[in-house]
Nanobody, 124 residues
């Protein structure tokens, strides 16, 4: 599967952005999906994940209550709605797909396919 992330940009603290990840192929519903981010000089970190059906979601503690992950299997798309953004949310955001039926979630190693990343910059 090929993944294309979009929607990044520059926003003031307290603002919102909506990231999209479009997937190619007809088997999108077979993948759990995740969003990760990587700030300059830091390791890639988990942000949010969603199960194949969209019923189960996981969030990093740092984004709980502010970010929402969702998916539309008919449109091969996963969305990350980011509200109340903070300067510390500044990073390159990546979407990823996992073929694992049970081991998906926060671990970076659980994901088999990665998009190219989209930059989110939050100014104070």
């Amino acid at each position: 599967v090929q993944l294309q992330a979009s929607g990044g940009g520059l926003v003031q603290a307290g603002g919102s952005l909506r990231l999209s990840c479009a997937a190619s192929g007809r088997t999108f519903s077979r993948y759990a999906m995740g969003w990760f981010r990587q700030a300059p000089g830091k390791e890639r970190e988990f942000v949010a994940a969603i199960s194949r059906s969209g019923i189960i979601t996981y969030y990093a503690e740092s984004v709980k209550g502010r970010f929402t992950i969702s998916r539309d299997n008919a449109k091969n798309t996963v969305i990350l709605q980011m509200n109340t953004l903070k300067p510390e949310d500044t990073a390159v955001y990546y979407c990823a797909a996992s073929t694992s039926s049970t081991g998906w979630g926060p671990p970076v190693y659980a994901y088999d396919y990665w998009g190219q990343g989209t930059l989110v910059t939050v100014s104070s």
